[in-house]
């Protein structure tokens, strides 16, 4: 987990009866009652020093009610660590690989904040959860304090025997802090741990899961390794790389969608160059936006396959199908009309249609949607409110703007 602007010093006063006390006795927290609250803190006698930690954690706290829900009112976070957490509901499934392998005792290297301990751990696993940063070893320590069967280690994750253990879970740290904020770093091997020690712990024969950033390119995973991509309602949180007892033997590649209807997933046994060939055709009909675990996951032939579609162009993740049909995979749109990409024409299209609100989507151009609704919208009426959707994309060669309605 990356280092955090966060020092032990700021934390300790959190850690004393009365710091702990005061951070858990406030209620929601509101940035606009921010400094009203700093005035009353400190008019009660806290010390400037308790007053600055309890309402950083209690900004962090309503920060990361996305990614842990209720459970987010009794933890303690750092800035990057949050960044980087897992959501429980992700972490959730990373834990059921390791009870459905039968894996009794896992190492969790590079713990971070204990989102992956605190879910294997309430699965009734033993977890030994490993951190380098004394401060996120100090939140983690914290947040896993209520299971007895997980416990936090200060180290290096590379330097911890393994032999005590029967399955292994790393979430190495991919960013780096500086005084302007994180950065994300995009070679596996500047990962801490690196991909090629998860690489080394997998051939040792343990069942071993790693979660990487979405972006990892696919000639960087490892053969003989599942990789699933998941996306939490559109968001394309992470790519978890699965190993031996961990794996499935019939999927190479999977996109898990969850949302708040379910989990639905789309997987494919062949490696990411040898899949479904797609088809091209005319940009008619409905036209469906895939989900970004599916792109990243490179299934968009096989999504098309299954809508009975095909794609605009063969280097664009934009599919047709001449139906409707309902999927969790995609958006789904109506197109009412193509036309060529001009500047002037979608201008004169705007003012006549009346048009006031302008939904613009796009890929394979390098248009930036915000300028151009600004550049389409100029000028228009007072009062024009008709609403529409472009989408921008390219055939061959050629530009083309659709108009489509959601479907």
Not at 51 to 64: E, G, T
Not at 329 to 337: D, I, K, P
Request: aromatic share 6%.
């Amino acid at each position: 987990m990356p280092h955090d602007k966060h020092t032990p010093e700021q934390l300790a006063p959190l850690l004393t009866p009365e710091g702990w006390a005061l951070l858990n006795s406030l209620g929601p927290y509101r940035e606009d009652d921010a400094l009203a609250l700093s005035s009353r803190l400190r008019k009660e006698g806290h010390s400037p020093e308790l007053v600055s930690a309890v309402l950083s954690q209690a900004r962090l706290r309503a920060k990361a009610q996305a990614k842990f829900g209720e459970f987010s009112a009794h933890m303690l976070f750092t800035r990057a660590g949050l960044e980087q957490a897992t959501r429980l509901s992700v972490a959730a499934r990373h834990a059921r690989r390791f009870v459905d392998a039968g894996v009794s005792h896992v190492a969790d290297l590079g713990c971070g904040l204990g989102a992956d301990a605190l879910a294997m751990a309430s699965l009734d696993l033993e977890v030994t959860a490993v951190e380098l940063d004394e401060t996120t070893a100090a939140c983690a320590t914290m947040n896993l304090m209520p299971f007895p069967k997980a416990r936090v280690v200060h180290a290096d994750a590379q330097s911890v025997p393994l032999e005590a253990f029967d399955g292994v879970w790393l979430d190495p740290a991919r960013r780096e802090t500086s005084s302007s904020g994180t950065t994300r770093i995009w070679d596996p091997e500047e990962f801490s741990p690196p991909l090629s020690f998860v690489e080394s712990l997998a051939a040792r024969g343990l069942p071993v899961g790693v979660k990487l950033g979405p972006g990892v390119p696919h000639e960087s995973i490892p053969d003989g390794c599942e990789a699933q991509w998941v996306s939490v309602d559109g968001d394309v949180a992470e790519v978890a790389l699965y190993f031996n007892a961990l794996r499935r033997p019939t999927v190479r590649r999977a996109a898990l969608v969850l949302s708040a209807v379910g989990a639905s997933e789309l997987v494919a046994e062949t490696d990411f160059d040898k899949g479904t060939e797609p088809r091209v055709g005319p940009l008619e009909g409905y036209l469906y936006e895939p989900d970004g675990a599916v792109i990243r996951a490179g299934l968009v032939a096989e999504l098309a396959e299954r809508l009975g579609g095909h794609l605009v162009d063969e280097h664009i993740a934009y599919i047709c199908a001449p139906d409707l049909v309902a999927t969790p995979f995609a958006r789904a749109y109506r197109v009412l009309e193509v036309r060529p990409y001009s500047v002037k024409a979608l201008r004169a299209w705007v003012r006549e249609e009346g048009i006031g609100v302008l939904d613009i989507k796009k890929r394979g151009t390098s248009v930036t949607p915000e300028e151009l609704r600004k550049m389409l919208l100029v000028g228009q009426k007072k009062g024009a409110s008709k609403k529409a959707t472009l989408v921008l994309t390219r055939i061959g060669e050629q530009r083309v703007a659709a108009v489509v309605e959601p479907a």
